[in-house]
């Protein structure tokens, strides 16, 4: 079958039966059967013309079929192998207490994360503040972890869908990342060759979400729900909201800092309220617990410590120090600049352009600009007013953590022209608005 020929069918509108994906992605994934050229082509037709859910999950299937496809049935594990995932924003740690929470519950969790991507961060990139953690261990040790401990978060291993990543580095720069059915192939074909029997996702809409408009985020979120059903793979997804950011922080460490005190006991209620949503989700979907029993079986897992017990054993087994939970400021690295960024006056935020925050963490070095540059993991904000929050003289808007006075200032103003003031306290939306999916 010629490329060309089939990059034209689709062109013109016709559909692409599973053989002729099969051939495009055997293609992309040897580099040799399609040119950069061609692969940029075929994804400005898929683009353009759309796919159909039988498209879509031939297209999900072959690319998770073009590497190394993880199986834990060797591992007899005692109880499902479950995940999450999330479509990215601000203050987003929520995967960090996620993993040992479900496991602390019977669950095991494979969570293959990610890096920054571009005004998010990453969950790799907050564990790599913790010193001596190996986000790519071998696949022995990956597997140990998971087995004995019941989590590890861990970054995509060189021979994951390797289509995807060729794929994916192409519509970067082919203005085709936007593509709903792209987007839906590019997660799942990842989530499949983990091996998992059942997916919760988090997919984020508002100000600091990559779809900002809640119609193409619930778009999204069907797709992703009707082709992993499609491929075999039990999914559900939670619509959660992203006009405020989550948590009190945003930064690498200083996330890590607020995942260790929120599975030690201090919450913030919207990071409490989404974390706790997917949990249930997890435990329900995956046969560990129905809803109706399973919040009360998640607060005896934080109530007793095992949560937070997961959590240290994790960081410990894949190369951090076993006692980071009892001494975080001990191994976190912290700025040299502490300082906060006041209110311009008094008043309720009634408005947080949340994609600015995360552009405020970046002009600090708390991301990258590019791909090859170093993240500062030590810098970003503390204390981040809320959506209704009353801020004035003795309530900031912050409090920045900083490398140096220039990016300090910058960042700053940034950060402030995020926030619009009110004089009255605003109506503050639910964090999580629909779920779908059995």
């Known amino acids: 079958m010629l490329p060309q020929e089939l990059i034209r069918k689709k ?3 016709g559909r692409l039966d599973d053989s002729e994906i099969d051939a ?9 059967g399609l040119a950069d050229a061609q692969v940029g082509a075929l994804a400005m037709a898929l683009f353009l013309v759309g796919m159909d859910t039988g498209e879509r999950v031939a297209l999900t299937r072959a690319m998770t079929r073009s590497g190394d496809v993880l ?4 591992e007899n594990l005692p109880g499902p192998v479950v995940d999450k995932h999330s479509t990215g924003g601000i203050g987003d740690k929520v995967s960090l207490m996620l993993a040992p929470w479900v496991a602390a519950c ?15 961060g990453g969950t790799l990139d907050k564990l790599e503040s913790v010193p001596g953690y190996d986000a790519k261990p071998d696949n022995a040790r990956f597997r140990r972890t998971v087995r004995e401990i019941g989590c590890a978060i861990i970054g995509q291993t060189g021979n994951l869908a390797p289509a995807d990543k060729r794929l994916y580095a192409i519509r970067d720069v082919t203005a085709t990342v936007e593509s709903v059915g792209l987007i ?13 029997d059942a997916l919760v996702m988090d997919v984020k809409f508002g100000s600091g979400a990559f779809m900002a408009e809640y119609p193409r985020a619930e778009e999204l979120a069907r797709s992703i729900v009707e082709v992993a059903n499609g491929a075999g793979l039990r999914t559900r997804a939670l619509l959660t909201d992203m006009d405020s950011p989550l948590g009190t922080t945003a930064g690498n460490a200083l996330e890590v800092r607020e995942a260790i005190a929120y599975l030690t006991g201090t919450r913030e209620a919207r990071l409490d309220a989404c974390t706790r949503a997917l949990a249930v989700e997890m435990l329900d979907l995956s046969g560990l617990a129905p809803r109706a029993d399973a919040g009360a079986r998640l607060d005896a897992a934080l109530a007793t410590g095992a949560a937070a017990e997961r959590f240290a054993r994790m960081v410990a087994a894949l190369g951090g120090p076993a006692d980071l939970v009892d001494r975080p400021d001990r ?12 209110a311009p006056r ?8 949340t994609r600015a925050v995360g552009i405020a963490v970046l002009e600090l070095g708390g991301g990258r600009s590019d791909p090859a540059a170093a993240i500062d993991h030590a810098v970003g904000f503390a204390q981040v007013a809320p959506l209704g929050a009353e801020v004035g003289p003795d ?3 912050a409090v920045m953590h900083a490398r140096d006075e220039a990016t300090a200032a910058r960042a700053a103003r940034t950060l402030a022209a995020a926030y619009t003031l009110a004089d009255a306290p605003p109506p503050v939306p639910p964090v999580v608005r629909e779920a779908l999916g059995a």
């Open 11 to 13: 062109r013109d509108g």
């Open 24 to 32: 495009l992605v055997a293609g992309i994934a040897d580099g040799k």
């Open 71 to 74: 199986s834990w049935a060797s």
């Open 106 to 120: 019977g669950g095991f969790v494979p969570m293959i994360s990610g890096r920054g991507l571009g005004h998010t």
């Open 184 to 196: 839906t192939a590019s997660i799942l074909s990842k989530k499949l060759a983990a091996g998992l």
């Open 331 to 342: 191994y976190l690295p912290t700025a040299p600049i502490m300082r906060a960024v006041a």
């Open 346 to 353: 008094a008043g309720f935020v009634s408005r947080i352009a």
């Open 395 to 397: 309530r900031p808007l």
